[in-house]
Each structure stands twice: as C-alpha cells, then as structure tokens.
C-alpha cells in the first residue's frame, strides 16, 4: 500500500503530568515530538485542534502518555517498525478532550462519561484522512486559519474519531435540516452586526439556541456554505463598501473593521474573493 492511515491515540483517564517537573504538558512540548515541525498551528487566533507538520522525519520513540489530547498521527509512508517507531510521519494533529466529549453528546446523543476511545493504529479511513487534510491546509493558509473553520474542523474530527471507534457508521437517530428561515434571519442579523469581532461558531450557534455542531450544518443547508465562507464573505461585502466610500481609512484599519486578525489575512481573503487586491480594488473604486 501507498501509505498508512492515521494513528490515533487518547488522551488518559486523568490529566498527565511530566514527573520530572510536575507541569502540565502541552500537545506541541519538544517532549512528546522532539523534533522541529515544518510548520504549526501556534499562532494567534488559532483555536481549532493544534496541529504540526512535517516533511520529513528522524527516527523517534514517541511516548504519548504524558499528552493530555487526543493525539491524530498522518503517516505519508509505511514505517520501518510499526510497533515501536513511527517513521515517515507528517502531521501531528492533537484535539481537545472537551471537543470529543461535546460531540458525543451533541451529534451522538451519547453520554460523554461513558464514552471510551481505545487507541487505533493504522485506521484506513478516508474521511479521516481527509479530515486531518484539512486541517493541515487551514492551519498552513497564507495569511493565517480562519477561526470559525478551525472550530469546525475540530468537531469534524471528534465525529470521524467517535464513529470509528464505536464503529458507528452516522450521527444519530434523527437528520439535521435547513435552519428556519427565523433563526436564519436572525442569525444573519448577529453576524452582521458583529463583523468587526473575532466571532466564533459557538457564539452563532448560541445566537439561535442550537450547539455548534447542529448549528453549522442547519447552516450549510439553508445558505448553501458553512458558517466561516459566509462570514469571510460578508467580511469582503463589508471592507469593498469601506473602500469604495472613504480614503481616509487605511488598509489595515479596514480590516480590523470587519473582523480580519491583520492586514495580511484581510489581503489574502479579498485577493481570493475579488480577484485583485484591497489596493488595487480602492484604485478602480477611484477612477470609477
């Protein structure tokens, strides 16, 4: 085979700590992955599952039990010895208990106390695979990972890690429809008067009483794109009239304005979504 699906491994019963310092250890700790990552997700404004990448690595023992998180493993190529050493692993992906808890209650309607993840290795799952994909793209986007996809990103993963591990084949006993047209409406309304904060899925998700994860597919249903494209896409709305209609404010306050952690998100959004730059929009704007 081509290559070996991701390992996963949970986190403990209870929160480790190194014995040698007594403090917590974080996913990213030169302790658990003693080796520099090509890049990672440790930057502002990233709260989705954390994420390191890789494109190549030494032979190392990893030792997951001093990881609090739920610990995803993307091997790009078998490894030499499976069992002990991992080689030839590319992104590290470790997610929040708390995230895989809340999904099993939300989307499973399962009792996160009772809901036990054994470790899987070698899983050939595509959706996860896929999943794991995902994330490293967003967390390597120029310009920086949109929060909202990130918080998504990490229920997607918690529903892929709960399904394989209670060999569960879908969410449960009932199927998310398009979101009223009430709640849409008011959800629209919230987004739009809260542009220029940095918004979050579960802040939409409790504007209209719903969890983050029945929220963003109700959402999806009834606009056609997740919640962060249609965030992102107002955000551009917004920042093409502040452009058109005054000189005085600059680019970066511009951004600020509708919500972009910086210049250079609010660049990279508005090159992807327009087709020129802010600059060059502000330009034609002008001459217009």
Not at 34 to 51: D, I, M
Not at 238 to 253: I, P, T, V
Request: net charge neutral.
């Amino acid at each position: 085979m081509d290559a070996i699906g991701p390992i996963v491994r949970t986190q403990r019963s209870r929160r480790q700590r190194d014995s040698r310092r007594g403090d917590a250890v974080r996913p990213l700790d030169r302790r658990i992955l003693p080796f520099e990552p090509a890049a990672t997700s440790a930057r502002p404004g990233w709260v989705g599952p954390q994420a390191a990448h890789f494109r190549a690595t030494p032979a190392f023992e990893l030792d997951d039990a001093v990881c609090p998180h739920h610990h995803f493993a993307l091997v790009a190529r078998p490894p030499e010895q499976f069992v002990v050493r991992f080689a030839g692993v590319t992104l590290h992906i470790f997610l929040e208990p708390g995230v895989v808890e809340r999904v099993a209650a939300e989307a499973f309607e399962l009792n996160p106390a009772r809901v036990s993840i054994i470790p899987l290795d070698g899983v050939q799952d595509p959706q996860l695979r896929a999943a794991m994909l995902a994330v490293r793209d967003e967390e390597s986007a120029e310009g920086g990972g949109d929060r909202i996809a990130a918080e998504s990103l990490a229920n997607l993963l918690a529903v892929h890690l709960i399904r394989i591990a209670s060999a569960l084949r879908s969410p449960p006993r009932r199927t998310d429809g398009a979101l009223p047209r009430e709640k849409l409406h008011a959800v629209i309304e919230y987004i739009d008067e809260n542009l220029d904060t940095d918004l979050t899925l579960a802040q939409m998700a409790a504007a209209v009483h719903l969890s983050a994860y029945h929220f963003a597919r109700q959402f999806k249903a009834a606009t056609g794109m997740p919640p962060h494209q249609y965030v992102v896409a107002r955000r551009i709305e917004r920042a093409q009239q502040l452009l058109g209609e005054s000189d005085d404010l600059s680019l970066a306050e511009i951004a600020a304005g509708v919500g972009f952690l910086d210049q250079s998100q609010f660049s990279t959004h508005f090159k992807r979504v327009v087709g020129v730059t802010p600059r060059q929009f502000r330009k034609s704007a002008r001459i217009a």
